[in-house]
């Protein structure tokens, strides 16, 4: 399997054991000039929600293939946390701050997988 794809399942496993939900992929390989490959994008219900997310991902990707992102940022406030593993952004929101950038939308051409949400 591909590296970059194993990471992205990886990514998602992290996500979902924290009831993080809404996940959108948005595939930005075949699109010039992006500045990785894949967007992993979801939410929490809130600042708490979110940080848990982003630690369960972060732990999930170390425990498993060993790899440590080059940032992570927005852990301060928690309204939008983002992760970076190079060819690989996870982008973890609220509900409102999610609604307010849309960044799934900022690139037409990507193509974007939406995930069912885990009950």
Not at 45 to 53: F, G, K, L, M
Not at 67 to 83: D, F, H, R, S
Request: charged residues 25%; negative net charge; hydrophobic residues 40%.
């Amino acid at each position: 399997m591909d590296k970059t794809k194993n990471l992205v399942e990886l990514i998602t496993k992290g996500i979902q054991d924290k009831k993080g939900h809404g996940i959108v992929i948005a595939d930005l390989s075949e699109i010039d000039g992006t500045i990785c490959r894949y967007f992993v994008i979801c939410q929490g219900n809130s600042t708490q929600q979110v940080e848990a997310i982003a630690g369960s991902v972060s732990d999930y990707v170390r425990e498993t293939i060993g790899e440590k992102p080059i940032n992570c940022v927005g852990l301060g406030n928690a309204q939008w946390v983002a992760i970076d593993y190079a060819d690989v952004i996870v982008h973890i929101f609220t509900p409102e701050t999610r609604e307010f950038y849309d960044i799934e939308h900022l690139w037409e051409d990507a193509k974007l997988t939406t995930l069912p949400d885990l009950d």
